[in-house]
């Protein structure tokens, strides 16, 4: 099992009052599952992706990657367990703008203290894997959405993480990117990947093999492929 | 991650934004490039003021022979018979770090021009009391060390006493006489003016100290020894190993006993390190201050990085940078800007020293201490000045960050 989430509950304080984001999630996700998680804004959606991506900790409960508890470590251990076992693909991107498509893909190779000569062949295995190869030594600026999309997800690849989280990468894609994009998602899914995919639109979501709809801090469905999910 | 990674990372950082970091580097580079002009003025100004101070005779050790006891009655100082020219010799020879030794003798005379007469003092002297006192020949030439051994009567004046005796005449080559023997003048001295203490310098006549001691005063002793040390710091040194050859000469044990003292200008010699101490006090301020603000304008324009890169920081964040590599990220980027501002304010300040060297009449010295000091003050600068902003970089929440516009 590379995802088992028992019992999770994120609350925040807001004033005097206790307002729960998430109220008690249980998920287990199975290694080279593609799981899409949908819910409207508010439903705790955004809080559980950010606890899955280890970017946030949970108030309460049990959150074990891999077989490992991560739910309760320390910032930097968070930050060492993103960099070896998640990959981020985000909606805007986020790539750095004023270094190389190669440069950005590297990045957390950098972090994991790898050597810059065989960062730059591995960098360029992921870019040549989603077909930007010839893109390498451009910045980010001079790329189009679906092609900085694509360098994010090599970037994402890189450090042959456990699972690809993946928030709206569609969002500000046109009909052909976001094809584009799916369909590398989809290539991903066949060779083995565990990817977490988090959208609102429906029809991506129908590319998963799973999908998963939290309201009000709660998953309320849990769905096999196909299954088209009513999210409003 | 390692550590050359860091300062690539913070050097492409600085790169892309070029202008800026130029902009934040010029304040550190005019804080050490005025710190090192300034203290190099501030030495050349120093230098000056030891030197004049030292010609008035701030590293003078004065010699005098003691006041002897005649029937419980003591006498005028110097006034006792003891002190001789062997032991000026003596002086020379056995005592390091002193640049000259000048014995002298003295007495009141009347001195006659033909009708024309005036009371003035006559010093029996030699070659090293024009070096010691800072005299210069105005016109003729001044007495030497052959007319020293030989007891030449041969006289070198000052202006006053040509001036009364000779009015506008050059008394070079006349005659003057001293207790009605005659002198050949060979040398008018330069107008010295009045000392500090009021007295007129050139109120004087100078004779060879042989031909005083021994055809005008009829003397066995000297009066005054002048020592002049070669450094300020030498001093106390110089005066106590004086005072032991001087006592194992004239067989005294107990210091109560001596029959000399050795003085030293104490009072100009305090003033000198007082007011060297205030220089180096203001220059010190100076580079203080200037730096600081080099290093505020670091820690402004930082912050205003940290606050422009916070996406940035969050994606590094999310990728997985830890506090550390983000802290030693920016930390790096403000210590390269000083250091590299520190090396470019060196160059122009050592240039500018020089400039001003050359074109302000101002001498300068410049040295290696403000040079590095100002340098790792810089680099220090840029750390102290980097610590808060890298900070609070990387205590950044990552959620928070990469949601930032």
């Keep these: ?232 | 991650m390692l550590f050359n990674e860091s300062v690539i990372i913070a050097l492409k950082a600085l790169y892309s934004n070029k202008l800026r970091s130029i902009l934040t580097m010029l304040g550190i580079i005019i804080g050490v490039g005025a710190v090192i002009a300034m203290v190099s003025i501030g030495m050349g100004v120093r230098k000056k003021v030891q030197d004049s101070i030292s010609s008035l005779g701030s590293n003078m050790l004065i010699v005098q022979a003691g006041a002897p006891r005649v029937n419980g009655v003591r006498q005028a100082a110097g006034s006792g018979e003891n002190l001789k020219l062997d032991d000026s010799d003596a002086i020379k020879k056995k005592i390091k770090n002193i640049d000259y030794v000048a014995p002298s003798v003295q007495k009141a005379y009347q001195v006659v021009n033909g009708n024309q007469n005036w009371n003035t003092t006559v010093y029996g002297i030699t070659y090293e009391y024009m070096s010691i006192r800072s005299l210069t020949v105005n016109s003729g030439s001044f007495i030497s060390d052959n007319d020293i051994n030989t007891r030449t009567r041969v006289a070198v004046i000052g202006a006053t006493v040509a001036s009364n005796l000779f009015g506008s005449t050059n008394p070079v080559g006349k005659n003057i006489r001293i207790n009605n023997d005659p002198y050949k003048i060979i040398g008018v001295l330069d107008n010295k003016g009045q000392s500090a203490m009021g007295q007129d310098q050139d109120d004087c006549v100078l004779i060879p100290i042989t031909t005083a001691m021994e055809r005008l005063m009829a003397l066995t002793s000297i009066r005054t020894i002048n020592v002049q040390v070669s450094s300020a710091d030498k001093i106390d040194q110089v005066q106590a190993e004086i005072e032991t050859l001087l006592r194992q000469r004239h067989r005294i044990k107990n210091p109560a006993d001596d029959d000399f003292q050795v003085n030293n200008l104490t009072s100009i010699m305090e003033t000198m390190t007082s007011t060297t101490t205030m220089i180096t006090l203001l220059l010190g301020s100076i580079a203080a201050i200037s730096l600081v603000v080099g290093g505020i304008g670091i820690m402004n324009i930082m912050m205003v990085s940290v606050t422009e890169r916070t996406r940035e920081i969050g994606i590094r964040k999310a990728l997985g940078a830890t506090f550390n590599n983000i802290m030693m990220q920016f930390l790096i980027e403000s210590i390269v800007v000083s250091v590299l501002g520190g090396l470019v304010g060196i160059i122009i300040g050592c240039a500018s020293a020089m400039a001003i060297a050359q074109f302000g009449g101002f001498n300068t010295v410049i040295t290696l201490e403000p040079i590095l000091l100002s340098f790792f003050f810089s680099v220090g600068i840029g750390l102290f000045f980097g610590i808060y902003p890298a900070r609070k970089a990387a205590k950044l929440d990552p959620i928070e960050a990469l949601r930032y516009e």
């Design chain 1, 1 to 232: 099992m590379t995802i088992r989430l028992e019992g999770i509950k994120k609350i925040y304080q807001i004033g005097t009052q206790e307002v729960a984001a998430l109220n008690g999630i249980n998920l287990n996700i199975k290694k080279g599952e593609f799981a899409a998680l949908m819910g409207p804004s508010g439903s705790g959606k955004s809080t559980l992706m950010n606890i899955l991506g280890c970017l946030d900790r949970p108030t309460v409960g049990s959150y074990k990657l891999d077989g490992k508890e991560v739910a309760h470590l320390s910032d930097d251990d968070l930050a060492k367990t993103r960099n070896k076992k998640i990959g981020f693909v985000f909606q805007n991107f986020n790539l750095l703008s004023r270094i190389s498509a190669l440069d950005n893909v590297a990045l957390p190779l950098v972090y994991a203290g790898i050597g810059r000569k065989e960062r730059m062949e591995r960098a360029y295995h992921y870019l040549k894997a989603v077909g930007l190869d010839t893109r390498a030594d451009h910045q980010p600026n001079e790329l189009s959405g679906g092609q900085r999309q694509r360098v994010a997800i090599a970037r994402a690849l890189v450090n042959d993480p456990s699972i690809i989280m993946a928030d709206e990468p569609t969002g500000n894609l046109d009909t052909k990117s976001t094809k584009e994009i799916m369909n590398i998602f989809i290539d991903l899914h066949e060779q083995g990947k565990t990817i977490i995919l988090v959208t609102h639109e429906p029809e991506i979501a129908t590319c998963a093999s799973r999908q998963l709809l939290v309201r009000d801090g709660v998953i309320t469905r849990d769905a096999g492929k196909g299954e088209k999910m009513d999210v409003v």
